[in-house]
């Protein structure tokens, strides 16, 4: 089989499939104490080379939350490497969903033309598909809560997040929804046009609720690559560098404390 990130259309069919077939359904436990994490990478393939080769030299885990593909330069082969290093480490490589790893965005930002501009409509077809057996959320070492956009309103639980389909209202708010300082609990979100906004008094009740320690989420640029919320109960970041004249930040997770460090 080829090596390239850019494969034959045969080969990246069947390499779909496989990622396919290892999915973790839609919430992922892991006991790690010690562990990475990386936010949207969007087609940069730089910055996921250099989070894989960092575990790597570092012996870690790692965790990303989602947005691979769309507006970047390397959308089909920042994808073949990611899944690559998830069939290689299976159970050291978490890949959660984002709310671009969706056939409507893709048509809207350009991964969908990319795609059938160099394979075909059928190989999108097992990306959607693929898009679907990805988890939406991961909670770590039973403290961490990991997500892309964050908690949703009427998710009581985290082991509800089992039982969600994708045209649940709730299933929905973990890929889009936005922490904001103006509201303690969930509002209209009004910036994206969809979903929920979520304040301190909502992401304080379903931390106590479900005895967890924090959240960690992506979705956002900010200017230096990450933001604090709630007292530092919840963190989000952003991984590309230059992005929109921002920093790029992963997480180095190591128990209760957390170390933010520069991509690139």
Same mark, same amino acid.
């Given at each position: 089989?080829?090596?390239?990130?850019?494969?034959?259309?045969?080969?990246?069919?069947?390499?779909?499939?496989?990622?396919?077939?290892?999915?973790?359904?839609?919430?992922?436990?892991?006991?790690?104490?010690?562990?990475?994490?990386?936010?949207?990478?969007?087609?940069?393939?730089?910055?996921?080379?250099?989070?894989?080769?960092?575990?790597?030299?570092?012996?870690?885990?790692?965790?990303?939350?989602?947005?691979?593909?769309?507006?970047?330069?390397?959308?089909?082969?920042?994808?073949?490497?990611?899944?690559?290093?998830?069939?290689?480490?299976?159970?050291?490589?978490?890949?959660?969903?984002?709310?671009?790893?969706?056939?409507?965005?893709?048509? +809207?930002?350009? @991964?969908?033309?990319? *795609?059938? !501009?160099?394979? #075909?409509?059928?190989? /999108?077809?097992?990306?959607?598909?693929? $898009?679907?057996?990805?988890?939406?959320?991961?909670?770590?070492?039973?403290?961490?809560?990991?997500?892309?956009?964050?908690?949703?309103?009427?998710?009581?639980?985290?082991?509800?997040?089992?039982?969600?389909?994708?045209?649940?209202?709730?299933?929905?708010?973990?890929?889009?929804?936005?922490?904001?300082?103006?509201?303690?609990?969930?509002?209209?979100?009004?910036?994206?046009?969809?979903?929920?906004?979520?304040?301190?008094?909502?992401?304080?009740?379903?931390?106590?609720?479900?005895?967890?320690?924090?959240?960690?989420?992506?979705?956002?640029?900010?200017?230096?690559?990450? +933001?604090?919320? @709630?007292?530092?109960? *919840?963190? !989000?970041?952003? #991984?590309?560098?230059? /992005?929109?004249?921002?920093?790029?930040? $992963?997480?180095?997770?190591?128990?209760?404390?957390?170390?933010?460090?520069?991509?690139?």
């Amino acid at each position: 089989m080829s090596v390239s990130l850019s494969p034959p259309e045969n080969e990246f069919v069947e390499l779909i499939q496989r990622a396919d077939a290892i999915t973790d359904g839609n919430l992922v436990e892991r006991r790690w104490n010690e562990y990475m994490v990386v936010a949207d990478t969007h087609g940069y393939l730089d910055v996921s080379r250099f989070v894989i080769e960092r575990s790597l030299d570092e012996n870690l885990p790692l965790i990303f939350l989602g947005d691979y593909v769309d507006r970047g330069a390397q959308q089909i082969e920042n994808l073949v490497y990611l899944l690559r290093h998830k069939l290689e480490r299976p159970e050291d490589i978490i890949l959660l969903r984002g709310n671009h790893e969706t056939v409507r965005i893709n048509h +809207k930002y350009g @991964f969908h033309r990319e *795609l059938v !501009s160099k394979y #075909s409509e059928s190989a /999108y077809e097992n990306i959607s598909k693929f $898009y679907n057996s990805l988890p939406v959320a991961a909670v770590i070492d039973e403290s961490d809560l990991l997500v892309h956009g964050g908690p949703a309103e009427g998710l009581k639980y985290v082991w509800n997040i089992h039982e969600l389909v994708q045209s649940d209202p709730a299933y929905q708010e973990l890929l889009w929804n936005d922490p904001t300082g103006s509201d303690p609990g969930y509002t209209p979100n009004l910036y994206r046009g969809v979903c929920k906004c979520y304040g301190s008094d909502a992401v304080r009740r379903f931390l106590e609720r479900n005895a967890l320690r924090r959240i960690i989420r992506g979705h956002q640029c900010f200017k230096k690559g990450y +933001k604090w919320f @709630f007292d530092s109960k *919840l963190l !989000s970041i952003f #991984s590309i560098p230059g /992005y929109c004249g921002n920093e790029g930040k $992963y997480a180095l997770v190591s128990g209760a404390d957390i170390d933010l460090l520069d991509i690139l």
